[in-house]
């Protein structure tokens, strides 16, 4: 699964992504501001931001940067955001892998739904751990490896068929958070199969 393959599906499923996810993970959204612990004049990255779906939940006394590697995805999240008047947000096509951005440039680090579409999830974990200040918090909603054995295998069986249609199911929570150097401090369902974890994380550096 390469950057040119996940820029090309994205790009084609950008006329129907809101259709489609949008409410089907309109709950984890819901759960985002309140997982960052957000407060007035904090500075969010979302990685991945897609159309914007869970940035046009975020208050507005914060400043938001959001990235994505589809253009098209953000076209529609630009759109988005001029319908909200939401014209405080700032919107970047940019490389998850190769973030664009100074060292603890931000408080707060969100990542819905993305992390399994990128070729390789521990380096987008480290630039977000990167470009998160010190004792900043980093959310990571996303599908993860189900957590009895025989779903869990059956999920990494599946994982390259996935691949083709942009994202994996053979990735697992806890053994990223490690390799990367996070902290977790909350791990929960977000529906209620618990197809769908939230994971915070605190940016100790």
């Not at 599908?143 to 249609?165: I, K, M, Q």
Request: aromatic letters at 10%; proline letters at 5%; hydrophobic letters at 40%.
């Amino acid at each position: 699964m390469s950057v040119e393959h996940v820029e090309k599906v994205y790009n084609t499923y950008s006329s129907v992504y809101d259709l489609i996810f949008g409410p089907v993970f309109n709950s984890g959204r819901e759960m985002a501001p309140d997982l960052l612990n957000l407060y007035p004049g904090a500075r969010l990255l979302e990685v991945g931001a897609g159309t914007g779906l869970s940035i046009a939940e975020m208050p507005r006394d914060i400043e938001i940067t959001g990235v994505d590697l589809s253009q098209k995805m953000l076209d529609k999240a630009h759109k988005r955001m001029a319908q909200l008047g939401r014209a405080d947000v700032q919107l970047l096509k940019m490389d998850a892998t190769r973030l664009e951005f100074g060292d603890n440039s931000f408080d707060r680090v969100l990542a819905a739904y993305f992390v399994s579409t990128v070729p390789d999830p521990v380096r987008v974990v480290h630039e977000m751990k990167r470009v998160c200040k010190p004792g900043g918090i980093i959310v990571i909603m996303n599908h993860f490896t189900h957590e009895v054995p025989l779903v869990g295998a059956l999920e990494r069986f599946l994982s390259p068929l996935f691949y083709r249609v942009g994202f994996r199911t053979d990735l697992s929570a806890r053994p990223l958070m490690e390799e990367c150097g996070l902290e977790v401090d909350r791990f929960e369902k977000i529906d209620f199969m618990g197809n769908w974890k939230a994971v915070r994380c605190f940016n100790r550096k």
